[in-house]
């Protein structure tokens, strides 16, 4: 069932990047630093939001996902809050290619689901290493500075491989 969840993922991220693009969210805020930002701007009622609430329902469904995640008791919200740290993290392109064809690209929040072994496994791993509490204040959660810099990481790993991509370039 693994292979069906990691293509409904896929169509999810899509929607997303899509949804993100033309979010107010992302019009009011793709130029400014991540250190002027705060989970409190978030509007949790636009749609790119409602799609990711989805996406991350059909990831905590997954048996394998789920045993991951349950093992840092992480619930819904947490997954949630992560994926928009993420993306806030790599403004004003949270969006990077996974291979040389021009559709081959993944929002930095979705990506780590699409690789277990390498990418969930060690975010979640790396929960916890830092404990800047001014940034936990500031992006509101007790993870965020984990999961902004494992979102930069991962960002920056896939253009030195693959090269840069916008999202005004995605889809």
Request: with cysteine; hydrophobic share 40%.
């Amino acid at each position: 069932m693994l292979i069906i969840t990691r293509l409904k993922l896929a169509n999810s991220d899509k929607r997303i990047t899509r949804l993100l693009r033309e979010s107010n969210y992302y019009l009011k805020n793709k130029n400014k630093d991540k250190f002027k930002m705060s989970i409190n701007d978030v509007d949790f009622n636009e749609q790119w939001i409602k799609e990711v609430e989805k996406f991350i329902s059909v990831v905590f469904h997954e048996k394998k996902y789920k045993n991951i995640i349950s093992e840092k008791n992480l619930t819904k919200d947490d997954l949630l809050i992560f994926y928009v740290l993420q993306t806030m993290a790599t403004m004003p392109n949270p969006i990077f290619k996974t291979g040389p064809q021009r559709l081959s690209h993944t929002l930095v929040g979705s990506a780590m689901y699409q690789e277990i072994k390498k990418q969930l496994i060690p975010c979640m791993q790396s929960l916890g290493h830092y404990d800047v509490k001014e940034e936990q204040e500031q992006f509101g959660h007790l993870y965020a500075s984990d999961v902004m810099s494992f979102a930069l990481d991962l960002k920056f790993a896939h253009e030195m491989a693959y090269g840069k991509i916008t999202l005004e370039e995605a889809l």
